[in-house]
């Protein structure tokens, strides 16, 4: 019955609550670090912040000296360590700071004289108000934002209450014995003991009470732990399946390499997070995960051989590596085990169940190769269609089946759930997340942190691909730069160089390309998350279903 | 089961209860029961003496409708440490009346005669036989009354010993020791109204396993969906097969904290899906109790480590209620008579509730 997995979003511990110091050096710092924490690891708390404070420009002051800005860009909020000039501009020193944070606080206390200033017109006032008020109820349950503002709370000699939220019933005449809530605190080995973790209910305080049903409701997800946890849970399988058997070092090793890298997880999550919305068990859908993952290690393969990229995940392609002939037979036996992962949900899943699985598989793989097969099309013809449907249609298939589309339905039928109205619904929802994260992919290749993304720089400009960014690029440059850029991507690979590459890449900038197709991504994650909150009511508020809401935001903030 | 019939929230037909009704009309407990909602439990719990499995069951007699036959369920169900849990569906093979110390009150008896607690899966497994004897004093009984005609009344006893045969269907079948719990419940409630409750026990065994354990502890919060002052706590401590200390309700502070993983809790009987099961509230992962009485003080803190939701169907509609069975470890300090003591043992505790919270239609 348990596999004695841990379960995700679980087991691991966020930095700086255990060994690791934190340093905060100031209080735009914490304010800075605690909306970056949010936007890694919580973005739909950072969305629905980013939404009440619209686009009101945010001047901070603060009580030892420094200053910041806060504005909300692409359904995320974005600080800056200076001051700017705004419409609204608050003053908080340290009491009023902490007393944001700290919900044990009453607003007549938080609103102390001197302590806390703000000016701007009322309805841009109240606007910052329910920014503020969002951040603070949300953002204050997760361990690592916790973690930053006991740091702060430390570094100004605070002493750091441990507190289990209100003024609690009168402890009456108990004389030594400790209080239920004094059990509970010791109950967690190594559970933080910081200013508002308040886990600690009462059901009962001896004239009042309420159910044990009612205490806990869905919360907001650390996405960033999810994703790791769920991400290992896969790569265990995979290389648990990937048998021990000769030839090593021209096959198994190989098919090894890839899944071995890392990655993001975000498949995993979806598959093991949508299993568990639809009320399944997590470890279900461990396996069609894990399945998942090798399909998509076994094109990323193929892929870059079509593509001719050099890098992945940070090391060189498994082809640079180990030359074609042997990267195409390790893809080959990649889907071969993963076709054979599938099959083996049989004794976990039952039959029906690994049907409709496999249904869906098929699926998805005849989507992603038509996808791939589209693009190539393009490139092949020397052909940059002109209109962004064109792009979308091509990314749906080529990514957004298997990268969110597939994942999703494959843990709703891993948790039972097979009907074709639900899962198309779901499907809709999470095809516009696709949408939003292949454009994301294509800016970060481009722009993102070469550490961070993995791939070489302007790998998709040397490689010809067609981006939203270039698509754009193509509409708002001139006949002739066209006719120029044309022939600079019709020529072969190996006649492309970096600096070119960078020439059209500054091009792209001073058009605006790569700014409108982050708009387009957050106009889909917001469609995604619109279609998340008006069509997905059939499934119940859960933690699964919160962690489903999360990825949503992910997508377009993500920094890998 | 009964199901979709209107609610009767009106007392009995032809019944004038007056303002409330806190127990069953006429001769107690040999009263027919008046209605779908009025029902008869007799409840069973047990951990082996070595700690790696656990039983509970429930034998529920429930009333008719339109003056049919009253409708009767069983529901056994196994737990073994290392693989977890196996159910009946809610019809378990019960071959003749089983043994409660209620129905033959006495004094407890230990000779070793034929099993008098038998309750079979009809696929085979989950089975036991075995026979049970009891070696504590019952608790004084328990009432709860809430929504004018709904009520509650129990009466529990901790240190019931079971010895027999034991086939959970997961490992062998085999010859074992238990102790455990028994209570009988008899009451009229509808689920939604009946809000939720923690009942629990623990026995620490004493160095005979034909005797009373060394300690054993009874508690129970109700809390039904009226106002607070309806809700009812208790917590009952045993030494050697004697009640010796009561704390009330007035006296009592009962906490959770934390989530116990939703991977640890196994929804049963396998039927359940069927029954259109919504999710619930997650089980808290630590219960903690803390009284008083004068000088005298107990505290208790339960570990959940696995637990079962119990799918029961409803009376009143087609949406299913749920009761979870938690196994656990509980650590009780207590001071008495001005000497500590604090022991642990394995322990089970049920959370039931929520009925009224959560439907599909709700949600949708």
């Known amino acids: ?560 | 089961m009964t199901s979709g019939s209107a609610r009767p929230d009106a007392a009995p037909p032809g019944l004038d209860v007056g303002p409330f009704l806190t127990g069953p009309p006429g001769p107690f407990p040999r009263v027919p029961l008046s209605d779908v909602l009025e029902r008869r439990w007799l409840h069973y719990a047990f951990i082996t003496t070595d700690e790696q499995q656990a039983l509970i069951a429930n034998l529920a007699t429930l009333g008719a409708e339109d003056g049919g036959e009253p409708i009767r369920t069983t529901v056994l169900l196994a737990y073994h440490r290392e693989h977890g849990w196996a159910c009946s569906q809610w019809h378990a093979y019960l071959p003749r009346e089983p043994w409660t110390s209620f129905r033959s009150p006495g004094p407890p008896t230990t000779f070793p005669r034929r099993p008098d607690f038998e309750l079979q899966s009809l696929a085979g497994t989950p089975a036991v036989a075995l026979h049970l004897t009891s070696t504590s004093t019952p608790a004084p009984a328990g009432v709860s009354h809430f929504h004018r005609t709904h009520w509650k009344r129990w009466q529990a006893q901790p240190g019931v010993l079971a010895a027999g045969r034991w086939d959970d269907g997961m490992v062998p079948a085999r010859e074992t020791v238990a102790v455990g719990y028994h209570e009988r419940v008899h009451g009229r409630w509808a689920w939604p109204e009946m809000g939720g409750w923690v009942f629990g026990f623990c026995n620490q065994l004493g160095d005979r396993l034909d005797g009373p354990p060394s300690w054993a502890v009874v508690f129970a919060l109700l809390q039904p969906m009226d106002e607070a002052r309806d809700h009812t706590a208790m917590v009952m401590v045993w030494r050697r097969g004697r009640m010796v200390f009561f704390v009330p309700r007035r006296a009592l502070r009962v906490s959770v904290a934390g989530q116990l993983a939703r991977d640890r809790v196994v929804t049963t009987p396998s039927l359940a899906p069927l029954l259109g099961t919504f999710a619930t509230a997650p089980i808290p992962a630590v219960l903690c109790i803390d009284g008083y009485q004068g000088g005298d003080w107990i505290q208790l803190r339960f570990r959940c480590r696995d637990a079962a939701r119990l799918v029961v169907p409803s009376e009143t509609s087609l949406q299913p209620f749920s009761v979870h069975e938690v196994i656990g470890d509980m650590e009780v300090r207590l001071r008495m008579n001005g000497s500590s003591q604090l022991f642990a043992s394995p322990g089970i505790v049920e959370f039931a509730g929520g009925a009224a919270e959560r439907s599909w239609s709700a949600l949708r």
């Open chain 1, 1 to 560: 019955m348990h596999s004695g997995r841990l379960r995700y979003g679980a087991p691991l511990r966020p930095a700086g609550l255990e060994g690791e110091a934190i340093s905060i050096e100031s209080a735009a710092d914490l304010l800075a670090r605690t909306v970056e924490a949010l936007v890694r690891r919580a973005p739909s708390i950072a969305a629905d912040a980013a939404r009440e404070l619209g686009s009101i420009m945010l001047a901070l002051h603060f009580g030892d000296g420094t200053h910041a800005t806060l504005q909300a860009r692409h359904n995320s909020l974005m600080v800056t360590r200076a001051l700017a000039q705004g419409p609204v501009e608050c003053f908080f020193d340290d009491r009023s700071l902490l007393s944001l944070y700290d919900l044990e606080r009453r607003p007549s206390q938080i609103l102390e004289q001197g302590a806390f200033d703000v000016r701007g017109t009322a309805e841009q006032v109240l606007a910052v108000w329910r920014t503020f008020q969002l951040l603070a109820q949300r953002a204050a349950g997760l361990r690592s934002v916790q973690a930053l503002w006991l740091a702060y709370r430390r570094s100004l000699g605070l002493d750091v209450a441990v507190g289990t939220g209100g003024s609690g019933p009168d402890p009456g005449p108990l004389g030594e014995v400790p209080d239920a809530a004094g059990l509970l605190r010791g109950t967690e080995p190594g559970a933080a003991r910081s200013a508002s973790v308040a886990t600690t209910r009462v059901l009962w305080d001896r004239r009042a009470g309420e159910g044990w049903w009612t205490l806990e409701g869905p919360r907001d997800a650390d996405l960033f732990d999810i994703m790791e946890t769920c991400r290992r849970l896969a790569a265990d399988e995979i290389l648990t399946r990937i048998p021990q058997r000769h030839p090593v070092d021209s096959l198994y090793r190989l098919m090894r390499e890839y899944p071995a890298r890392g990655g993001k997880g975000l498949r995993p999550t979806l598959c093991i997070a949508t299993c568990g919305a639809f009320g399944g068990h997590s470890e279900d859908a461990v396996r069609i995960a894990a399945a998942v993952e090798m399909f998509h290690n076994a094109f990323l393969i193929h892929d870059d051989i079509e593509d001719e990229s050099l890098n992945r995940r940070g090391k060189g392609c498994l082809h640079m590596e180990h030359g074609i002939p042997l990267a195409v037979n390790a893809g080959d036996g990649l889907n071969l085990l993963a076709v054979e992962t599938v099959l083996s949900n049989i004794d976990r899943l039952g039959l029906a169940r690994t049907l409709a699985l496999i249904d869906e598989i098929i699926r998805m793989c005849r989507e992603s190769i038509e996808g791939q097969a589209i693009e190539l099309g393009w490139i092949r013809r020397r052909h940059i269609p002109r209109r962004d449907a064109d792009y979308i249609h091509m990314v749906t298939k080529k990514t957004g089946w298997y990268t969110c589309r597939s994942p999703c339905r494959l843990g709703a039928i891993a948790a039972g759930h097979t009907r074709p109205r639900e899962l198309d619904l779901l499907g809709n929802v999470f095809g516009q997340v696709g949408i939003a994260f292949q454009i994301q992919d294509d800016i970060l290749n481009l722009v993102g942190e070469e550490d961070l993304y993995g791939k070489e720089p302007l790998g998709d400009l040397l490689e010809g691909k067609r981006t939203l960014m270039l698509i754009h690029l193509m509409r708002s440059v001139s006949r002739r730069e066209c006719r120029a850029l044309l022939g600079w991507l019709g020529r072969p690979r190996s006649e492309r160089t970096l600096a070119e590459s960078r020439h059209v890449l500054r091009r792209m900038e001073r058009s605006g390309s790569i700014e409108y197709a982050r708009a387009v991504a957050a106009r889909h994650a917001a469609r995604g998350a619109r279609l998340f909150e008006e069509t997905l009511g059939f499934i119940p508020q859960s933690e699964d279903k919160a962690i489903l809401g999360q990825v949503i935001h992910y997508v377009n903030t993500r920094l890998l």
